[in-house]
Structures are given as C-alpha cells and as structure tokens.
C-alpha cells in the first residue's frame, strides 16, 4: 500500500531524463510524464551561465537561475556581490518554517564588522514590479487568481500582471528568491537574499524585490533545521550554515559547473503541461480539478543525458 | 539590515503570548499582533484530547488535532490504531521536497512481516466529501479561490463548499494531515498517514481523506531530510526516522500532556484577522494585496500562561 500512495500523483517529476514509455496514443489525455517523454529537445532551454548563480554550502551547491527581465538593478548587482566574493563565508541567518530561508552578513548591523563591498551596491530603489513588456510571451493560465488580474509564466518564471495598471511581476511561489530589505523600500539590494520554503507568501508581491528562482538543489534549503528564536533566527552563532561561495556559473570553470535544461514556459508542449495538471488522469485520481493555480504548476529541469 | 527585513511581516506569531503593546486606539487597522494581543479567553478554545493526537518522535513531540466532523470513521480508526500500539516502532518513511512527509509500516506489503491489527480496520471507504452540515459555522473567505466555489473555515479546519452539489471538504493546506492510500479509493484507512510540507496540493482536495491538522511540532517534519529514492522514499533503511509511538491524548496523563489553545474561528475576531492579513498595517509594507487565499490565512496557537 504504503509505496503506491501517491507513486502516481508526481511519478512524472522523477521520471524526467529516465526511459518511460511514451503513451500519448490511448484514448486518454497525456500525463505529464507522457509529455515530458514525448518532449522534443527544443521543448527545453540551457540557462544562461552569466545568469546563473552557484550557492555552495557544506551539503552541496544550489542553482538559481536569474531574473534579469524583471530585476535588472537587482540581478546585475548581485551578480557584481559574487565577483567581489562578498557572499563568501557569510551564512544562513535564519530558517522560519513554512516561510523563508535568509543569509547574509552577521555583522550587517555592526558598522565596524560588517563586510565590506568594493564595487557592488549596498542598497537600491525596490524593483517591486515593471511596465508589462509585450516582448516577453506571457502563457496565461485559465483560472484566475486570488491575488491578480491575470497569472501565468515568462521567460519560466512565475508572473502575474495587471493590464489597467499595465504593470508585471514576479509572484513568491516556492523556490523563489528575492532581496530582503529593512522598513525603507530602497533598503535592500541583494546583500541579504532570501528563498521561499513554503506556501506561497503572495503578501509579499510587489512589497519586495524577486530576483530569480531556485532550479535545483532546493532541498539543501528546505531541509535546514528551523531557527527558534524570533521569526526563524538562529539563536546561536553555531547554529549558522555557511555559505562557503557564490559565484556566477560564467565565471566557474566549465566542466565544474552543473549541466541543467530547464522546460520553456512559452510552448505548445507547456501548454499541454498545464492542461495535463489542471486534469488529472493518472489512474490514481479520483475526481479531477479541472483547475490549477499558478504556484501549483511545476517548472521541470532536467540534467541532459 | 538584516534583522529587520521581515520583523513585521510574521512578528504577530511570534509575538502570541509575549507581553506586546496593544494599539488598537490609532487611527491604522489593527494588525492580527494588535488583535491577538487584545483578544479574549472566549477567543480561545482548547482542543478535545480525546480528539488529539501526539506523534513521539526522537526529536519531540506533534500535536495533531482531528477532524472527527469531516472524516469520522478515519479519525475514529486512527485512534483505534493509536490505542492498539499499531503505530509504535514505525517510521517516516518518506519526505518528499514541497510535498508531503508520510509515514507507516516499512514492511506493509510483506504479508508474512507486516505489523498486525488488532481491532482496528485497515482499510475504509475513503471521507473525501460530505454533505454540507449548517451546523458547523463557516467562516467564508471574500476573495475567492482557484479550485472551489467557496472556501472558508469550520471547526478551525480549512473547508472548501460546493452548495450546488451540497457539499464541502476539508483542504491540502499547509500540515494538514491525510490518509495514504492506494489507487482503489478504499484503500486508506489511516494506517499510513501523510502531512503537508509545502505548497497546498489541491490537486488531491477530494481524492484522499483528510483528518486532521498539525497545531504543534510542524517543524520537526518539514525539516526531515528529503528522501532521494522516487517520491522522496528514503532508500536505505537507517535513513528512516522512528515513530517512537502514536497516543490519543486523553490516555496521556495529564501531567504530561501539551497544554495548547487553538484560536476560534468562528468569531468576530477571527474576521478581523483575516482583514488584517487582506491588508497589511504593518509599516513594513508598501503594497497592500487587497485579498488573501485560504491556505495563507494563519490558525494561531499559544501556550496557556
């Protein structure tokens, strides 16, 4: 009993890159894993090494693809924090159960102690949300949102929009990242990230910069002992994770970095992802949603073969 | 910098039951800490033990609440299963990142080694819905949700309603708790039970029968490492993490019991905390969602002075 519970609900995520056979000839819709096994090699994207981050902590290294589209100021300052290794040896701050994981410096707020910065910049003006780019193909999903006119993805990351105001955004699904900041809107700038751990925190949207998304390695995150003193701090130096680097995978040596296809959002392919997700018809369901809300759709990666 | 990024967004539960300021006179809305802080001892209710469960890991104790209105006949087997000792010397046997922790009999499928019950049954039909009882009080969210005509709360479960069909089921929130089971509905019974680390996935409202809900303990399951067998089993025997016992509540002594009151939601307060999260006060904030999904509002507990 026990091993078949849900070995069908998400069968699909861990089959990708293994042989499967493709069943997308029966009567009955695709699943995912039908999909994904029929998928063609242009169904999937290389991520950009000069928009990629490596975090490496003692249980391994975390990948973050970057967000350039929607946090330039952001993403471009971070990326020059990594060059002048500011992130190295600083450590993970807290972990807040069902909310964030945060790093940063220690000392942040001892004038005296805290790291320098040479070239990078401290703070900067909030890049909370930007004018809808028509350029940018939006896949829009077709049920709605408790928080946005409209909801759905670009450039694979999770986007809401609102067409009155002519404004998008990134949205805190699971895995995101985004810059933390004091009470002042221009008080972060991405010395200090952070990464959603649990249910989407969509109060958050549009208070806070997102800057890109964890696509793999999410697990060295999520797993981290919860801090017990207020908001999820670690309460004792000792209790800290180091973060040993991070480095923009451009700058790491090719064959140490992480070979990664991430699933493009703006396909026909995605589209029937989507459909396959609001449905399901793997023989385990019951009753199907006919519904799926934004945070809910995954965002396959795969190591290539 | 760092300390205050998020001090106000979720400083209201850390702050239950500390001595905190209330400041409901200014002119600004309450925020829920304004409203915990000014809340009554009728605000409060404490859980029927004979409706509670403590789940005895080698880390501590969870404190699960059942949901005997919604999934009587599961809840009624569990506890059966508890006072039989069927679950004593199990194990999580799988945590799967953004998913769910599960665990039960690591030989439930080895006729000849697996663990013996007694009274209790092994497998019911699943309690995926049931009709809409206008006794238990709901709470209606305004906002909407993705999946279900209404959502809400009752019982201080979060519910979903469907008044054209009559009627309403409890929902994959964050720590809900489940009945594993196989692809035949009736193959649950509670004798693998599973609680929700990430996400809300909706996609299994109405096809698995949920219990009850974690109201203490959450962190000792989402920080278990995740399992990298497929569907997050642990693949090694020694990876698995004891169930030193499962006990109803009300068999514990009470000197050794968790004293722990859970808010009402079926109140005025309860209202004006799901305002004061629609729309954040907190200085913090500079957008205001305007709107909140079900699995986002916050089911405060406290200890008892």
Chains 1, 2 share one sequence.
Request: glycine share 6%; with cysteine.
């Amino acid at each position: 009993m026990l091993y078949r519970s849900f070995s069908i609900l998400s069968a699909a995520l861990m089959l990708i890159g293994n042989a499967f056979a493709a069943d997308v000839s029966k009567s009955k819709p695709p699943t995912m894993a039908d999909l994904l096994t029929a998928s063609k090699p242009s169904d999937w994207r290389v991520p950009d090494p000069e928009n990629t981050l490596y975090v490496e902590l003692p249980s391994g290294r975390v990948v973050i693809e970057l967000a350039s589209n929607f946090a330039p100021a952001h993403v471009a300052n971070v990326k020059a924090l990594a060059r002048e290794h500011y992130y190295d040896d600083l450590a993970v701050l807290r972990v807040q159960d069902n909310y964030v994981v945060q790093w940063g410096d220690p000392d942040a707020e001892k004038p005296a102690s805290a790291k320098k910065i040479q070239n990078a910049k401290r703070t900067l003006p909030g890049e909370f949300d930007r004018s809808i780019d028509p350029s940018l193909t939006f896949t829009r999903l077709p049920d709605g949102d408790v928080y946005a006119p409209e909801v759905g993805f670009a450039k694979g990351f999770p986007v809401a929009r609102d067409p009155k105001s002519n404004k998008m955004w990134l949205v805190h699904c699971y895995g995101m990242v985004g810059a933390g900041r004091d009470t002042a809107p221009d008080s972060g700038g991405g010395t200090e990230l952070y990464v959603v751990i649990g249910q989407a925190p969509r109060h958050l949207d549009r208070n806070v910069t997102l800057l890109g998304r964890v696509i793999q390695g999410m697990e060295q995150l999520s797993e981290l002992p919860r801090g017990t003193g207020g908001l999820g701090f670690y309460e004792k130096a000792s209790q800290r994770v180091p973060i040993k680097s991070i480095r923009v995978a451009a700058d790491v040596p090719a064959a140490e970095r992480t070979a990664l296809e991430v699933l493009r959002t703006d396909t026909p392919l995605f589209q029937d992802l989507i459909e396959s997700r609001r449905n399901r018809h793997e023989e385990w369901f019951q009753y199907q949603a006919g519904h799926i809300e934004l945070c809910a759709v995954p965002i396959p990666v795969r190591t290539p073969k």
